[in-house]
């Protein structure tokens, strides 16, 4: 073995050794509250693979979208199949096509009552609240009610929350929070949204 491998494999040892220590404390078991953030692509796409590997391990779900709404969605179709998967679409579409904000406030409010109703419900294993972060942007759902909410829900159900500009409110009640980056993408260069990609 050449001693290009041989350094390989000892740090890789090193390494394995250290990530076997990491993996052997975390030994704490409870909901986590996951949130999806940023500017770039892939934030409900994200929570909805994390859908698909929760239907894997035969949980519940649950499913409120805040602002889609206008628009057939293939994860909408997709997860409707499944009768384990609670799935609601209460948005009206974006908020610059909406332009009002007393009936974009109330449509939120709505969505906001039938998530908290999940977010009591200890049957329910993962929350999907798409967009929130959005509805909170706008002030549309008061921030503090959706923190008790996540503070006071059964122990072991986890929540997934999406959208652009989450507040610093969620950020610090999230246990795990990533921040998509925009590199680039293909709309700016005249692309369309795609059938299996963005719809």
């Known amino acids: 073995m ?13 390494k394995k050794a250290h990530i076997d220590t990491r993996i052997a404390e975390a030994n704490i078991d409870r909901g986590v509250v996951v949130v999806n953030t940023g500017n770039g ?3 409900s796409s994200s929570a909805f693979g ?3 590997r929760a239907l894997g391990h035969n949980m519940r779900v ?3 979208q805040f602002i889609k709404g206008s628009f057939s969605t293939g994860e909408e179709t ?12 209460m948005g009206e579409g974006y908020t610059w096509d909406t332009q009002d904000r007393e009936r974009d406030t109330a449509t939120a409010m709505k969505a906001w009552a039938k998530a908290k109703e999940f977010l009591a419900d200890a049957s329910v294993d993962l929350v999907v609240l798409d967009e929130l972060n959005i509805a909170l ?5 008061p921030v503090d009610d959706v923190v008790a909410a ?14 652009r500009a989450a507040p610093q409110e969620i950020i610090d009640a999230a246990d795990t929070v990533t921040e998509m980056q925009d590199i680039k993408h293909a709309f700016r260069a005249g692309v369309g949204a795609q059938r299996g990609i963005e719809l």
């Open 2 to 14: 050449t001693a290009d491998n041989n350094g390989h494999r000892n740090r890789m040892q090193r």
């Open 41 to 43: 692509k892939g934030k």
């Open 50 to 52: 994390m859908v698909a």
């Open 62 to 64: 649950a499913v409120v």
């Open 78 to 89: 997709f997860f409707r199949r499944f009768p384990e998967v609670d799935y609601h679409v």
């Open 137 to 141: 942007k706008h002030r549309y759902v």
């Open 150 to 163: 996540l503070k006071n829900r059964p122990p072991q159900q986890h929540v997934v929350i999406t959208g």
